[in-house]
């Protein structure tokens, strides 16, 4: 668990980007890295290892993978953070059966993201190789 309070790792450079005064790169919502708390960017995570391993995102799988790092996870507290990431356009929310929702990652939140791995890869000066976004079949 980390609770990294940078400011250095915002979305990456796309259509729904803005430059701001400090050359900073915002998402569309002006989202930073450093303006989530650590249970959100271990939300994002989690929601991004749900993707990468075709499993569907709903909450009680998102809720599976927060546990390990946080112990029990109430429902409350898991669904305000989901609600608050759909809000800042990191997360997009819809209806999977009539009782579940489903959660995707937007561009945005994947460029916070890579950005987070690209920053930590420099700062340990591991290389990170170039990939097309394909899956090795």
């Given at each position: 668990m980390y609770d990294d309070s940078s400011r250095g790792l915002e979305s990456p450079d796309t259509t729904d980007v803005s430059i701001v005064s400090d050359q900073r790169i915002e998402?569309?919502?002006?989202t930073t890295w450093g303006d989530l708390?650590?249970?959100?960017?271990?939300?994002?995570?989690?929601?991004?290892?749900l993707e990468h391993d075709d499993e569907i995102s709903y909450g009680l799988a998102i809720k599976r993978l927060l546990e390990p790092q946080y112990g029990e996870v109430n429902h409350?507290?898991?669904?305000?953070?989901?609600?608050?990431?759909?809000?800042?356009g990191l997360v997009e929310k819809s209806a999977f059966d009539k009782r579940t929702n489903e959660y995707a990652l937007t561009?945005?939140?994947?460029?916070?993201l890579r950005q987070r791995v690209e920053r930590l890869a420099d700062t340990f000066e591991i290389e990170i190789g170039a990939t097309d976004g394909g899956r090795n079949e």
């Open positions: 998402a569309d919502g002006g708390t650590g249970f959100q960017r271990d939300t994002l995570e989690a929601i991004a290892r409350g507290r898991l669904y305000s953070n989901l609600d608050t990431l759909v809000e800042r561009d945005d939140a994947h460029g916070l």
